[in-house]
């Protein structure tokens, strides 16, 4: 007993008063932030007061000649346990791939090759992600057919907006004949339940409301949408979309798009404006003026520059008949010499 107590005494004697209460000697020290604390009132309230967890941080930076080996072996169990979470995470085959570039099952590389085929641009998320993992569309082989699965947004509602999802909706069937569980309160069940939540969206009916689908793929994606036509099929609809798993719809009683969104046509039409320079716009009537003064000098040096370049020329040509002419008097000359030294027998005959 006499051995703890003096351990003790020694112990509170290093680590001096506590730095919460300032009454009582020390006893614990944090092994985060190195707080001296002798109760666990007062650790509790470090904790709350400088928002600690009281772990502590086994990458602190801790000079080499300050290491002990108790830091030693510390940091030999924390490489052991990244080597151990790196093995791990390598035989989940759901967190195997990081990338869009792992080859896809066929199922799934059938779909996108049959979506392609209908103008569909359509794009699967890693296995491990909460939209992948909801997505239960499928592609029926023999039938050539898609059934979609739809997420319907209704827009208005007490609680904001109101998601429902639906399996299995076949391509070929029109927005109305879709949304008809939703709105038709004499025949479907499913209307009457949820009349308290969809109330003003069946009061307007589905000639009066509008559907909106979620843009993706295209510039501020976040904030755009489609406007979708009710009477035409899914399929319809969905040409020259990007579809990221599965198609999300808004269902709005109001003639405008949901709040904070706005209307893109077709990918095909931002793609052309993301690629199209910006068109400049119209000059001020100074910046007007300053260009063609610009313009106007630049032109004045230009025909100074062409004036000089004419006079040249002429200098050129003047020289060149000048030498031309001095060599034609040569000529002359040169043949009245040749005449006047003629032999003498001929001299002798005139």
């Known amino acids: 007993m006499s051995e703890i107590k003096t351990e003790t005494e020694s112990l509170t004697s290093r680590l ?42 086994r990458t602190k930076y801790l000079p080499l000649s300050a290491m002990t080996e108790r830091d030693f072996m510390s940091d030999y169990c924390f490489l052991e346990e990244c080597t151990r979470y790196a093995d791990t995470r390598k035989q989940d085959k759901s967190k195997r791939y990081t990338h869009q570039q792992c080859q896809l099952p066929v199922p799934l590389h059938r779909m996108r090759s049959e979506a392609a085929k209908r103008r569909i641009r359509l794009q699967f998320l890693l296995p491990h992600f909460t939209r992948r993992k909801q997505n239960t569309t499928f592609l029926n082989w023999k039938q050539q057919r898609f059934y979609w699965h739809i997420e319907w947004m209704f827009c208005g509602t007490e609680a904001g907006v109101t998601c ?16 008809d569980k939703y709105l038709n309160l004499e025949d479907q069940e499913v209307a009457r339940e949820q009349r308290k939540h969809l109330q003003q969206h069946q009061i307007a009916g589905i000639g009066q409301l509008t559907l909106w689908l979620r843009a993706e793929g295209v510039r501020r994606s976040s904030s755009r949408c489609y406007a979708l036509a009710a009477h035409k099929t899914l399929a319809e609809n969905l040409v020259g979309k990007t579809i990221v798993e599965f198609p999300s719809i808004y269902v709005s009683y109001e003639q405008r798009p949901p709040n904070g969104y706005e209307i893109v046509d077709s990918d095909e039409e931002e793609e052309e404006s993301v690629a199209a320079p910006p068109v400049a716009a119209s000059k001020r009537p100074q910046d007007e003026a300053s260009a063609a003064k610009k313009c106007k000098v630049s032109n004045n040096v230009y025909g100074l520059a ?4 004419h006079t040249d020329d002429d200098d050129d040509e003047e020289d060149q008949d000048q030498e031309r002419h001095e060599e034609s008097e040569n000529e002359s000359a040169e043949s009245a010499a040749s005449s006047d030294e003629l032999p003498i027998e001929y001299t002798s005959a005139f």
């Open 16 to 57: 001096g008063n506590c730095e919460v209460c300032a009454k009582n000697a020390a006893r614990y020290a944090c092994p985060k932030c190195e707080v001296k604390t002798c109760s666990l009132t007062c650790v509790q309230i470090h904790k709350r007061e400088l928002d600690c967890d009281g772990i502590r941080d």
């Open 164 to 179: 429902f999802s639906d399996a299995r909706c076949d391509e070929q069937q029109t927005l109305s004949q879709l949304l």
């Open 306 to 309: 062409a004036d000089e370049q």
